[in-house]
């Protein structure tokens, strides 16, 4: 059967449009749906937002130890002309007792000069004069209280330099076996010109004594009348003239004897004046306790006034000095224990006390690393030998540190802007994903970092908030 022509004609027309139309339906549908290719190259763009959910910790911080260094007390130190003897001509060191780092004491002499010793006395006030036999002053009671306490005077410490108290400084330099300062040559010589006067003195009593005793003694005769212009001896009876010869013997006797106490008593006051005196310049006055020597010149030194000190004292307890921050000094108060142990050597540590925590400055005052705000430490050492003057040591308290507490984060969670710390919080739908609400800014305070995680101050954050991590969506 043959088709008509007709149909033939408007057939292929047909199939093609609609093969066209299945076609463009495919290829519409080839643009909507995404090929697995499509879908691992999307994923690899998308931001994925990492979250951690805050959780409470507690932790006790690990306080850092603070360096120090030993410091001594109060520096005494005697010059070129201490300890020079008056004779001298050049002042050398003659001979030394004493090296660094040694403990001396009242009563001690750690160095001669030009053979002369410096002796150290406990003495509240240094010696501003030479101190000689009749001296009276708070300068002698002091001197007098260093011997007693040295055991060389008994007597009481009254001020006046006298016998007990010369023959105390005598011990003293007998002590070191030094020769006592010598009395001036006009004060012996006074001493012999007395001592003769007060000879010939006696023997005009003597003699008058002898005199009376003739006159009053019938059998030994009668003494011939004084040789006398007075017209009252010359016309006197006998009798009269025998009285009056023995009154005026009396008389010379009284005055005789008042000349002989007299010179007594000055002879006495000279012999006073000859006993040992005490130079100044012998004498260095420490505080009472030990101190140490911190420097002294070798024996043979020549010295002068401009060199350095023939010796030099580190006076009273050492102790540790160190510089602490604000936020240190809640763990190093006034009393607090803490140990103590030298730079680089830490397995031996000694025991200290804070004994003293000073007013907060800001550091202006410092050289160096301690040049920062805070207070200034002073710790002694309980136990065992302190370190050397300058040695640096470090300082740990001993006292167990409170615990912190508070919200924690991860050290990654923890951005900083302008205004100080803050996290980002994730919005409480879908905190992976960066659609819906913005992420919320909270400020914060860290408290104390424990490992990776900072634990904060309690406030707006709280326990399973959950905090965008650094670098995350």
């Not at 076609?23 to 691992?40: E, I, N």
């Not at 190259?41 to 959780?55: F, K, P």
């Not at 101050?457 to 650094?470: H, K, W």
Request: net charge negative.
């Amino acid at each position: 059967m043959k088709l008509s022509t007709t149909h033939s004609k408007w057939w292929l027309p047909a199939w093609l449009v609609v093969s066209g139309l299945l076609m463009a339906v495919a290829f519409l549908g080839g643009t909507l749906v995404d090929s697995p290719l499509q879908d691992a190259v999307q994923n690899s763009e998308r931001e994925i937002q990492a979250t951690w959910a805050v959780e409470l910790r507690s932790a006790a911080p690990e306080v850092e130890p603070i360096e120090g260094s030993v410091r001594s007390g109060a520096r005494i130190e005697a010059g070129a002309s201490i300890g020079a003897g008056e004779e001298a001509t050049r002042e050398v060191v003659t001979a030394t007792s004493a090296a660094v780092g040694d403990r001396v004491s009242s009563g001690d002499a750690p160095v001669f000069v030009s053979s002369r010793p410096l002796i150290l006395l406990a003495l509240r006030v240094p010696l501003y004069r030479d101190l000689h036999p009749g001296d009276v002053g708070e300068d002698v009671t002091d001197l007098q209280q260093a011997l007693r306490d040295l055991g060389l005077y008994a007597g009481t410490a009254d001020g006046e330099y006298g016998a007990r108290t010369a023959v105390a400084v005598k011990s003293l330099y007998e002590r070191h076996h030094a020769t006592p300062p010598s009395p001036a040559e006009e004060s012996v010589e006074a001493v012999k010109q007395l001592e003769a006067e007060l000879k010939q003195k006696r023997e005009e009593l003597t003699q008058i004594e002898v005199e009376i005793e003739r006159a009053a003694t019938p059998e030994q005769g009668v003494p011939e009348p004084m040789a006398t212009d007075d017209p009252m001896f010359s016309e006197a009876s006998e009798d009269e003239a025998d009285a009056t010869t023995t009154d005026v013997l009396v008389e010379l006797r009284a005055a005789a004897q008042r000349a002989v106490e007299q010179l007594e008593e000055d002879l006495s006051d000279a012999r006073t004046a000859t006993l040992t005196w005490l130079p100044q310049s012998e004498i260095l006055a420490i505080p009472a306790g030990t101190s140490t020597v911190a420097s002294v010149q070798p024996l043979g030194t020549i010295l002068d006034q401009e060199e350095s000190p023939v010796i030099s004292l580190a006076a009273g307890i050492p102790y540790i000095e160190a510089r602490i921050r604000v936020d240190q000094a809640p763990d190093f108060t006034k009393g607090s224990p803490v140990s103590v142990a030298l730079v680089g050597n830490e397995s031996e540590p000694l025991n200290g006390t804070v004994r003293r925590v000073g007013e907060f400055t800001d550091g202006s005052e410092v050289e160096g690393d301690s040049a920062f705000p805070g207070y200034l430490l002073g710790v002694s050492v309980n136990d065992g030998e302190i370190p050397s003057e300058g040695e640096s040591v470090l300082i740990r308290p001993k006292q167990k540190v409170a615990e912190v507490s508070g919200p924690s984060v991860p050290l990654t969670a923890l951005r900083q802007d302008a205004e100080g710390p803050y996290v980002l919080v994730a919005p409480p739908s879908h905190p992976e994903s960066s659609e819906g609400s913005e992420p919320r800014h909270v400020a914060v305070q860290p408290l104390l970092q424990d490992g990776g995680f900072v634990i904060l101050e309690e406030g707006e954050l709280t326990e399973g908030m959950n905090v965008i991590l650094e670098g995350s969506g």
